[in-house]
T-cell receptor, first 114, second 117 residues
């Protein structure tokens, strides 16, 4: 069972470069999320999506764009990377409905911007 | 906006002891869900326990239990008979129930728990 798959696992960018982090889930979940994890700050929500074609801003959306082209995939794009975007990025998905349904996470992407 | 606060950045206990991790949250909502996730050194996020706000009974999962105080907006995690494998970062999370639109899942800053042999 693949679950939530993120690519790449590691990436080094130069300031000003762009890149897209890919995320795909095979659990037929409707909700998907992007977080960044920094020491002492926990997981901060960047963007989230309830369904294909809809996205909402989280706590720290500046400098990022997202795309939910279909139910399986939710990508995160950095148009012009900055050192402040050095972080570990996590994608998550869950079935949204009644009840406290579990969120499933990818393995994370460690991004370094130099 | 909902916020989640974990006031203990680090904790350390001896194996077999009981430890309690604190979490408070701020919301004006009545229907919501609370979670504790564990992140071991592997970086994988693992659900430990969950609580639905409309349920008065505290959730329990084997050695893990919560003390949910809705009026105080407090959701602490108790780990009994702690084991070396419990060493990890622990995150408290909050999610408001909505009927339409996305359910936003918000995390606290985390508590790094070390179990010593």
């Amino acid at each position: 069972n693949a679950g939530v798959t993120q690519t790449p696992k590691f990436q080094v960018l130069k300031t000003g470069q762009s890149m897209t982090l890919q995320c795909a889930q095979d659990m037929n979940h409707n909700s998907m999320y992007w977080y960044r994890q920094d020491p002492g700050m926990g997981l901060r929500l960047i963007y989230y999506s309830a369904s294909e074609g809809t996205t909402d801003k989280g706590e720290v959306p500046n400098g990022y764009n997202v795309s939910r082209l279909n139910k399986r995939e939710f990508s995160l794009r950095l148009e012009s990377a900055a050192p402040s975007q050095t972080s570990v990025y996590f994608c998550a998905s869950r079935f949204q409905g009644w009840g406290a349904t579990e969120a499933f996470f990818g393995q994370g992407t460690r991004l370094t911007v130099v | 906006a909902q916020t989640v606060t974990q006031s203990q950045p680090e904790m350390s206990v001896q194996e077999a002891e009981t430890v309690t991790l604190s979490c408070t949250y701020d919301t004006s909502e009545n229907n919501y869900y609370l979670f504790w996730y564990k992140q071991p050194p592997s970086r994988q996020m693992i659900l430990v326990i969950r609580q639905e706000a409309y349920k008065q009974q505290n959730a329990t999962e084997n050695r893990f239990s919560v003390n949910f105080q809705k009026a105080a907006k407090s959701f602490s995690l108790k780990i009994s008979d702690s084991q070396l494998g419990d060493t990890a970062m622990y995150f408290c999370a909050f999610m408001k129930h909505v009927i339409q639109g996305a359910q936003k899942l918000v995390f606290g800053q985390g508590t790094r728990l070390t179990i010593n042999p």
